[in-house]
């Protein structure tokens, strides 16, 4: 089993494989990357895929492609140099890719059927990541499932310093509706997900219980007795916040699960944002 972009997602993935006695390889770019792998028992093989493709891959049935692409561009260049330059090819590929290939639906609820229609060049390299692959796959007959992923928090994964720095959020009146998926929820979507969905499906991976953005930041300051931020209109939010957030705070949906939860075997640890904080102990929160 080979996972390219073996991070946060993948040792947990990782690890409901090896669990079960499976060897897993990690493709990672870093030195630190490669000794957390060896710390977790996974084969490293250490590769920037900005630059290269490894000499030569693990014979494995199993590919997860979690890797994500480059910072500009609206092309996954990543994935097209690596699926240029490999010969291997597995019998089954899962990719991650996210739910922002949907674009801006006003806030409505949508499933897979809802077409896709990226308003930032972010969700367009996911795009592409997700048709290059597909090609790549039915020129080879590998069987290829894409899991659409939103926003993924966890222990770790909260968004802690910009709360702390007091950086201004909208008002919730006119903040955009998000979705989330808990980190260890995710990676066990990725593990029944190649062990049962059927090839070629499209499956949104979130925990179904979308919410007001700001309200989620809020409701992370209050768990961890963080004072709220500023509250800013759009107006003033267009001038005072990044380019990088604006593009999310344009961007409105409520993403329904039911092809997650129809995976056997599928359910949802922390199926709301409640359930999730819960688990977090507020004390930990200099870590997280
Ligand atoms: N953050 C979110 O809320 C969110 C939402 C939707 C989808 N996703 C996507 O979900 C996927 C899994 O997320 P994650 O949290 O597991 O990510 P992560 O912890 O950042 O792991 C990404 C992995 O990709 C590797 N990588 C990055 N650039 C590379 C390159 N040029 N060459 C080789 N390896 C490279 C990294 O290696 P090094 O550590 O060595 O650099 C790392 O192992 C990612 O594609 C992420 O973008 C995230």
New binding site residues.
């Given amino acids: 089993m080979l996972i390219?972009?073996?991070?946060?997602?993948?040792r947990r993935v990782a690890a409901l494989y090896q669990s079960a006695g499976v060897p897993v390889t990690?493709?990672?770019?870093?030195a630190?990357?490669?000794a957390a792998l060896v710390a977790a028992g996974i084969e490293p093989l250490r590769?920037?895929?900005?630059a290269e493709v490894p000499a030569a891959l693990p014979a494995a049935g199993l590919w997860f492609w979690?890797?994500?692409p480059?910072g500009q561009g609206t092309a996954d260049t990543?994935l097209r140099r690596f699926l240029a330059g490999v010969r291997a090819a597995p019998r089954r590929v899962l990719l991650?890719?996210?739910?922002g290939v949907y674009g801006d639906s006003g806030g409505a609820w949508i499933d897979e059927s809802a077409p896709v229609a990226p308003g930032s060049d972010r969700g367009r390299r996911r795009l592409d990541a997700e048709r290059t692959l597909a090609a790549w796959a039915a020129a080879r007959g590998v069987e290829m499932v894409v899991l659409r992923?939103?926003?993924?928090?966890g222990p770790g994964?909260l968004p802690l310093a910009r709360l702390r720095a007091g950086t201004p959020l909208l008002r919730p009146s006119e903040a955009p509706w998000t979705n989330r998926i808990h980190?260890d929820d995710l990676a066990t979507a990725c593990h029944l997900a190649m062990a049962h969905a059927a090839p070629g499906s499209v499956i949104n991976a979130c925990d179904g219980h979308p919410g007001n953005m700001t309200e989620y930041f809020l409701r992370i300051a209050d768990h961890f007795g963080i004072p709220h931020p500023p509250l800013l209109s759009r107006a003033e939010a267009e001038r005072v916040l990044s380019p990088g957030m604006l593009s999310y705070l344009r961007e409105s949906r409520r993403i329904r699960n039911d092809r997650l939860l129809a995976l056997p075997g599928m359910c949802l640890r922390y199926p709301d944002l409640a359930a999730g904080l819960a688990a977090i102990d507020p004390r930990a929160g200099a870590a997280a």
Avoid: H
Wanted: aromatic share 6%.
């Fill in positions: 390219v972009g073996c991070g946060d997602i993948g990690g493709l990672v770019r870093s630190e990357s490669t590769c920037d895929l900005d979690f890797a994500p480059p990543r991650i890719s996210t739910t992923v939103p926003g993924i928090y994964r980190q």
